[in-house]
């Protein structure tokens, strides 16, 4: 039997009763193959012996016998003290809001302790232990390499270790391999029965990386597969015949609506975007082929608003609609009105959709859409409500596609008939992770700017000397014009030291610009409010803009030269490079002040160091990859793809390349190959969204 047949229900493992199973369903835990593929997120080693005497050089983990209670404290603060002993030396265990211990340690009796300790108040003492009585013939806490579960309400470590070992007796057995026989063999991986057990309860450290091994392994090989078989169906339904003048060198030009919105613009197409919108045309130039699935790649400011502009243009030919989908409220009502200032004067009818629009004007606006009396939407996640319908949605383009989750996209996709799509992302995804996230989907990249924009002039300053920081910042204002200050927090009270964009409004209105108009906006406004701020600043009224990362995304106010990150520390190299993003986009020299705390580590100045070497956000975001890892990416950990069970595909970049040449070679030798899949693989295969196509 396979593992994902294994669908008995969890009340048929030994001890779980109906109590349970809700609480495991919490887990996403339904039956006993979904027990088995709880993997452990950590593993403790406790298969050595660490008596108290050594608690300074790593955790305890020990037997004790309970000498002495006592209770400490008072009223709320009351707490259980136990002291123990093992053959090295004494230690005091603090029970804060554990009081039932006292019925289970008893003076006298033998405990197995694991936990950490320190010195304080002459004594050896720990708030963070693990006990439990030395039982003849249960299942050892100690002396072994214990997993450690994700949990949730109501289920404790000992319970799922209990579960998912008696679960593995009656289950895990006679399990049949998932992988192909060669490749086990090749790679020496575990058989899958052995690889599961190991998992969970290895004998060695040796067993539990060989049984790591075979099952990221196996889950990213399924993933592979996955985008193998698209890319192959894909490709077969592309092949259907198209008619040859269809298909010709005029895919490549614009078409005469494009030709007249271009004409109207100051200035024209960098090569970037021109290639870009060549590329979208050809895809949306077909009725019988696939849908366009295109990712559009392109850096802060190069543009990707305006080729979306011209993508919808040419859905609205073919009398379809097309859906705009930002964000925040901010950048799509940015959106929405630079989409009337461009588009109304062709012609075309633009709304703008969020979920702040008033009960009357809404009524009407979804009634117009409904009957196809718009053309173009712009908005926010308003636009795939349940009482939204379109007449004929045949263009879904979703800007800073990285805020959104899988399921959301999916929501807007759903509401037309096979809609083409267009995700635009100004995070720059590094390549490792782009084969597998986005493997099977048409890439566009736009790696030029602008022509005329000068690089922005970046600067690091200590916290100490931010007065020069400011000073600099005054005479820019004083020249015609504009700044923002962005603060990691909203408001002040968890961090003392730490500034915020509250109090700093405050300050800086008060103390340092106070011949300057200046406005804070931060996601706690009302949408009124914020937009009345940015119409402001947009308009040159507002001089100084104080915020947090809510301007990182998208906002466009060319004047602006001076952008002053405080704590730039907090941020993410990402972060900081779509903040820098927003100067830098008129004529004129802008500058960038990343000020950081006097405390700040070597380390942290090296991090923020990259910031001055590199323009190129894929650079950056390969830096900050390596930094901090890929859940930090934005937009790959809501991807869901990274939502494997074990695998993580940026750190098992490795095996993720091998298990690539494999499937598609295998793939490639039986196209309508049929392998058991996993089951996670299985779930992310139902949850993403249409794909395109990728070389095979
Ligand atoms: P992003 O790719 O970051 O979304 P935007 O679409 O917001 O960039 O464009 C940034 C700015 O550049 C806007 O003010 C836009 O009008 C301007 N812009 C776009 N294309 C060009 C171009 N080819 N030449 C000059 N300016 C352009
Ligand atoms: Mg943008």
């Not at 924009?453 to 400011?470: D, N």
Request: net charge positive.
């Amino acid at each position: 039997m396979f593992l994902r047949s294994l669908t008995a229900p969890l009340t048929t493992i030994r001890g779980i009763g109906p109590v349970l199973v809700p609480r495991f369903a919490r887990l996403g835990i339904r039956d006993a193959a979904g027990l088995l593929c709880h993997y452990p997120r950590d593993w403790e080693d406790r298969s050595r012996r660490v008596p108290i005497k050594d608690f300074h050089r790593s955790r305890v983990c020990t037997e004790v016998t309970v000498i002495a209670r006592d209770w400490i404290g008072f009223g709320r603060m009351r707490a259980l003290k136990v002291h123990v002993e093992d053959e090295s030396g004494r230690a005091a265990l603090l029970c804060f809001n554990r009081p039932w211990m006292e019925k289970q340690l008893v003076p006298g009796r033998r405990y197995r302790l694991c936990g950490h300790f320190y010195y304080k108040y002459r004594e050896i003492q720990s708030s963070s232990f693990e006990i439990e009585p030395i039982v003849p013939g249960e299942l050892a806490g100690f002396g072994r390499i214990l997993p450690v579960y994700p949990l949730s309400a109501g289920l404790t470590q000992a319970m799922l270790r209990r579960f998912v070992s008696r679960a593995l007796e009656q289950y895990a057995q006679n399990l049949e391999n998932e992988l192909p026989a060669e490749i086990i063999e090749r790679d020496r991986l575990l058989p899958k029965a052995a690889a599961l057990k190991a998992v969970h309860f290895p004998a060695s450290a040796l067993e539990l990386e060989l049984a790591k091994k075979t099952l990221i392994y196996e889950e990213l090989f399924y993933l592979e597969i996955m985008v193998g078989r698209r890319a192959i169906a894909r490709k077969k339904s592309a092949a259907s015949p198209v008619s040859p003048a269809r298909f010709s060198a005029s895919d490549r030009a614009f078409t005469p609506p494009q030709k007249r919105l271009l004409e109207r613009l100051p200035f024209s197409l960098t090569a970037g975007q021109e290639e870009a919108v060549a590329d979208i045309n050809r895809d949306m130039a077909h009725n019988d082929a696939p849908p366009m699935a295109r990712l559009l790649q392109g850096d802060v400011g190069s543009g990707k608003t305006l080729v979306s502009f011209l993508a919808a243009l040419r859905a609205v030919e073919d009398r379809g609609q097309a859906a705009i989908m930002a964000p925040t409220e901010l950048l799509a009502r940015q959106h929405a009105e630079n989409a009337a200032r461009l588009l109304e004067p062709l012609g075309l009818r633009i709304a703008f959709l969020t979920g702040n629009i008033k009960a009357a004007g809404r009524k009407e606006l979804l009634r117009s859409l409904s009957l196809g009396e718009i053309d173009i939407v712009v908005g926010t996640h308003a636009l795939f409500s349940k009482d939204v319908h379109y007449k004929n949605l045949t263009l879904v383009v979703i800007d800073e596609q990285h805020r959104f989750g899988v399921t959301q996209r999916s929501l807007i996709m759903a509401k037309g008939g096979r809609p083409h799509l267009l995700m635009m992302s100004a995070t720059p995804i590094p390549r490792t992770l782009a084969l597998t996230v986005f493997g099977d989907m048409d890439v566009s990249v736009i790696r030029d700017l602008p022509p005329g924009r000068k690089p922005v002039k970046t600067h690091l300053a200590k916290e100490s000397s931010e007065g020069r920081v400011y000073g600099f910042v005054r005479g820019e204002i004083a020249a015609g014009r504009q700044a923002y200050f962005v603060y990691p927090l909203i408001e002040g009270g968890v961090e003392a030291d730490l500034k915020d964009a509250v109090s700093m409004a405050d300050r800086l209105a008060r103390e340092v610009f106070p011949d300057f108009s200046l406005a804070l906006v931060h996601s706690k406004l009302d949408e009124e409010k914020k937009r009345l701020t940015m119409d402001r600043f947009r308009a040159g009224e507002i001089k100084i803009l104080v915020a947090t990362s809510v301007v990182e995304v998208g906002v466009d106010v060319p004047n602006a030269s001076c952008m002053v990150i405080e704590h730039a520390e907090r941020f993410g190299l990402s972060a900081l490079h779509q903040l820098r993003g927003r100067v830098g986009r008129g004529g004129d020299q802008s500058y960038c002040f990343l000020v950081y705390s006097d405390e700040l580590t070597e380390d942290g100045k090296a991090r923020l160091k990259v910031m001055l070497e590199n323009t190129d956000g894929f650079v950056i975001a390969e830096e900050d990859l390596k930094l901090r890892g890929p859940g930090q990416i934005a937009g790959i950990e809501q991807s869901g793809y990274l939502d494997l069970g074990i695998a993580n595909p940026v750190r098992d970049a490795e095996a993720l390349a091998r298990a690539r040449t494999d499937a598609f070679a295998i793939l490639e030798m039986d196209p309508g190959l049929l392998l058991p899949q996993s089951r996670v693989v299985a779930r992310v295969l139902e949850e993403a969204p249409p794909f395109g196509e990728v070389a095979l």
